[in-house]
């Protein structure tokens, strides 16, 4: 029986790409927050093999809410073999928090942190953009949530100066 | 016509008084124009920058400065302006017969006394409430200044972090106003203070209603040292204020140009490594100014 294919792009392929990051405990955070930058930024389009019976579980792959712990597809086309592990330095200051909350609120803000996965950067950012998130979020949504938060507190501490 | 503009910001330390030096000469030197750098701030940097410690202080006693031309004039002095001017003074040559030079109106440390005395005195000589008194020694001033400034092509306020009555009339004074900042934390409070002030309007929101090209200001980012940082919060003041594309970067030879000597010199002499940055900041703040002069 011939084997179905499906390609995917943008927010499902990246979706895609973490997938298969986070199947190998090997890489580190920042690591993985590299290659999967160095993968959206060369690879337009990739095409995944889906198996007849198992189509409802190629959907949730390419969807964000299940999370097998192995991804059932491979990439066929496209994709270049991952470079060797020499994580670009991460940049502290993008994305520029405060103003992307300002351009276009918290939704906004926390779907541009979506891509930093480690909490150690996570922290960094918020360090070097002023952004005071404290001791107690522990997970990178946690983190991203309270990053938002400190950047709104950020603009109203601004406006209030300014009244 | 005369050109007014003013060199403010609220906040000390930014290089207010370092720009205005530099677009004066500039200005001079190849717009070729007869520049008055009138020195409105107390510590009087942008008079020492020009004429040095002694030629500041001779002019102090001999009482040719800007809080005596206040002073003279409040109390109906009838010195000719040119009494209080220092002609042609500054360490770069513009050359005999390119037309540009550079005078200065010195500053005095008295200028803030000076300001409240004369609201006393013009408190006690009518019955007014004490924001009507103000209004008037503001206004006062303004006319004051620009009666002043009518000799010159360009007059540049150097204006002092506070708000003073001399300041505020500079404000209200200039075609257009250069708020120089260095890119930190606190300049943001700062920068949107002064842009209410400069607007007239008293919350952000009624500022942000006001269009960037219909603004009276532009800020001016100096001392940059090309960090993420910094790049971070331009990004954020560019949301909210017009900034200049051009930008002054932390340079040694910017600080050098500034001690006193009494040696002519020529443009690329003086500014060395710092002159594009002069150059591109020149050709820009004047057309800013120029576009807005149209356009009001």
Not at chain 1, 112 to 120: G, K, P, W, Y
Not at chain 2, 32 to 45: I, P, S
Request: with cysteine; aromatic share 6%.
């Amino acid at each position: 029986m011939r084997k179905k294919t499906r390609a995917l792009s943008g927010a499902s392929q990246e979706a895609f790409f973490r997938r298969v990051l986070r199947a190998h405990p090997g890489l580190s955070p920042e690591e993985r927050d590299a290659l999967l930058r160095k993968l959206r930024s060369e690879v337009a389009q990739v095409r995944v093999r889906v198996e007849p019976r198992a189509e409802g579980e190629a959907a949730a792959i390419i969807g964000k809410t299940a999370a097998p712990p192995e991804p059932p597809a491979k990439v066929i086309q496209s994709v270049p073999p991952p470079p060797a592990p020499t994580p670009a330095p991460f940049d502290p200051y993008s994305p520029n928090v405060v103003v992307v909350v300002r351009k276009g609120g918290r939704e906004a803000a926390l779907a541009a942190l979506d891509s930093i996965d480690s909490v150690d950067n996570l922290r960094h950012l918020a360090r070097e953009q002023r952004l005071s998130i404290g001791e107690e979020p522990v997970t990178a949504a946690d983190v991203r949530a309270a990053i938002v938060t400190a950047a709104e507190r950020r603009i109203a501490n601004r406006m209030a100066a300014a009244t | 016509m005369t050109q007014f503009l003013a060199m403010s910001n609220r906040k000390g330390g930014v290089g207010k008084s370092t720009i205005s030096v530099m677009l004066a000469h500039a200005a001079a030197s190849w717009g070729k124009r007869r520049v008055l750098l009138m020195d409105l701030d107390t510590q009087c940097n942008a008079s020492l920058m020009l004429v040095g410690g002694e030629g500041w202080e001779k002019a102090s006693r001999a009482g040719h400065t800007i809080a005596d031309y206040f002073y003279d004039r409040f109390e109906k002095v009838a010195e000719d302006e040119s009494t209080y001017v220092l002609a042609n003074i500054g360490d770069v040559s513009h050359g005999r017969f390119f037309g540009g030079r550079v005078s200065l109106l010195p500053g005095s440390q008295r200028l803030e006394d000076i300001q409240n005395e004369l609201f006393v005195m013009q408190s006690s000589k009518r019955e007014l409430h004490a924001d009507a008194v103000a209004v008037q020694v503001r206004g006062r001033m303004k006319r004051l200044m620009k009666h002043f400034g009518m000799d010159f092509d360009l007059v540049i306020m150097d204006c002092p972090p506070g708000l003073s009555f001399a300041a505020l009339a500079a404000l209200d004074l200039a075609d257009h106003i250069v708020v120089p900042f260095r890119p930190d934390f606190v300049s943001q409070f700062a920068m949107d203070r002064v842009a209410m002030l400069i607007e007239r309007v008293e919350t952000g929101e009624q500022l942000a209603s006001i269009p960037f090209g219909e603004r009276r200001y532009s800020c001016l980012p100096n001392g940059l040292k090309g960090d993420g940082a910094e790049r971070m919060l331009l990004e954020q003041l560019a949301l909210d204020h017009p900034l200049l594309k051009t930008s002054l970067p932390a340079l040694d030879s910017i600080a050098r140009a500034f001690d006193w000597d009494e040696t002519r010199k020529s443009m690329e002499q003086k500014y060395a490594d710092a002159l594009p940055h002069l150059r591109a900041l020149h050709d820009e703040v004047f057309g800013v100014a120029q576009l807005r002069a149209k356009s009001a």
